[in-house]
């Protein structure tokens, strides 16, 4: 069974910082591209950041760049999502994903991901 669980969210006064993690089960977590998105209420779902499973390409969202950074452990199966200097807009529930083919021309698109976590909310105060 896949699961991913994603924690870490909470509140935070703007410029402050949160690290998300998502910890993988069930899949072979060391071949797959993973990925951070997150949808506030209303919007739709947008891209924040995305890793290839050997670590060595990743790529963000043109909001979140110089701010985020996406790593992962591939022996905890494990990803994570350091975010600093916070924005309001930045608000929104955090939700991770990973993608079995890796294809990294294909890593922005939600679409194209195999499996999601539940979502954590992150929301920023202004």
């Known amino acids: 069974q896949v699961q991913l669980a994603e924690s870490g969210g909470g509140l935070v006064q703007a410029g402050g910082s949160l690290r998300l993690s998502c910890a993988a089960s069930?899949?072979?977590?060391?071949?797959?591209?993973m990925g951070w998105f997150r949808q506030a209420p209303g919007k739709e779902r947008d891209f924040v950041a995305a890793?290839?499973?050997?670590?060595?390409?990743?790529y963000y969202a043109d909001s979140v760049k110089g701010r985020f950074t996406i790593s992962r452990d591939n022996a905890k199966n494990t990803v994570y999502l350091q975010m600093n200097s916070l924005k309001p807009e930045d608000t929104a529930v955090y939700y991770c994903?990973?993608?079995?083919?890796?294809?990294?021309?294909?890593?922005?698109?939600?679409?194209?991901?195999?499996?999601w976590g539940q979502g954590t909310q992150v929301t920023v105060s202004s």
């Open positions: 994903a990973a993608m079995k083919k890796e294809l990294r021309w294909m890593l922005r698109d939600g679409d194209e991901y195999d499996y």
């Open positions: 069930g899949l072979p977590f060391n071949r797959y591209g």
């Open positions: 890793i290839t499973w050997s670590a060595l390409s990743t």
